[in-house]
């Protein structure tokens, strides 16, 4: 087991949301949100496409209603879009010419609640395969604990969420700078370790991967498990989310 020193800062992991009210963490803790397919893979992508802002939502109908007022809406139920909404949810929906320097309002069945259920925290970073390394970097520059979110699919345990929370929290023990006395970061590095040298197979296993196929969403897949195709640090403050890499 990785036993930190009392000064160093320490990684938590929630599985699911449900988990959240568990956690005892030091006050000022950040928290990473994780939903690899597809929600904060699609965020990092709208951001490394030029988009000015992401205004997510938790509800439908909150989305519906700045719809009404002229926003850019991307918004998925079950993985499928909604009539009323400008975009899915997938990462090659942000093209530069469609969120280049707009505003986005973004609504998801798994990411954007989770997203509200952390919201009070001092700030949430977005994580995801495509900017692992970026954020590794912006954490460690932190210096504070980390409760890393795993989305998971309606509060349920999901793999491929395990899977990153594993990359990122042996990336960040390994730097020396962050220790964890907790099992389920120890669960889950133990699972990226497992999986890490045939992603793309261990993803197999994974149900989520699988309701995206049977509704033709599966072309993103490769491109959500590739590390470090962009290094925008996309982080929720205040009710917005903005790339630390231009502010």
Not at 32 to 60: H, M, Q, W, Y
Not at 63 to 83: M, P, S, W
Request: hydrophobic share 40%; charged share 25%.
């Amino acid at each position: 087991m990785h036993l930190p020193e009392s000064h160093t800062p320490s990684i938590e992991v929630c599985f699911t949301p449900k988990l959240v009210p568990e956690v005892q963490l030091a006050p000022g803790y950040l928290v990473v949100l994780v939903d690899i397919l597809r929600a904060t893979t699609s965020v990092c992508a709208a951001f490394e496409n030029g988009v000015k802002e992401i205004l997510p939502v938790a509800t439908t109908d909150e989305a519906r209603a700045l719809k009404e007022q002229g926003y850019l809406v991307a918004l998925e139920q079950d993985g499928k879009k909604l009539d009323f909404a400008d975009f899915g949810n997938s990462a090659f929906n942000f093209t530069r010419e469609a969120v280049g320097g707009r505003t986005l309002v973004y609504c998801t069945t798994n990411g954007t609640r989770a997203l509200n259920i952390v919201k009070e925290a001092e700030c949430v970073a977005i994580g995801a395969f495509v900017n692992l390394t970026a954020l590794t970097g912006w954490l460690i520059r932190q210096r504070k604990d980390i409760l890393i979110l795993c989305s998971g699919w309606k509060n349920r345990f999901c793999l491929e969420d395990t899977l990153f929370a594993g990359a990122l929290a042996d990336r960040l023990i390994r730097s020396g700078n962050y220790g964890t006395r907790c099992d389920s970061t120890e669960a889950a590095i133990d699972l990226w370790n497992t999986a890490k040298n045939d992603l793309t197979g261990y993803i197999e296993k994974a149900a989520h991967r699988h309701r995206l196929k049977s509704l033709g969403l599966d072309d993103v897949i490769p491109y959500s498990l590739t590390p470090d195709s962009t290094r925008v640090v996309p982080v929720y403050r205040n009710g917005v989310i903005l790339d630390e890499n231009n502010h």
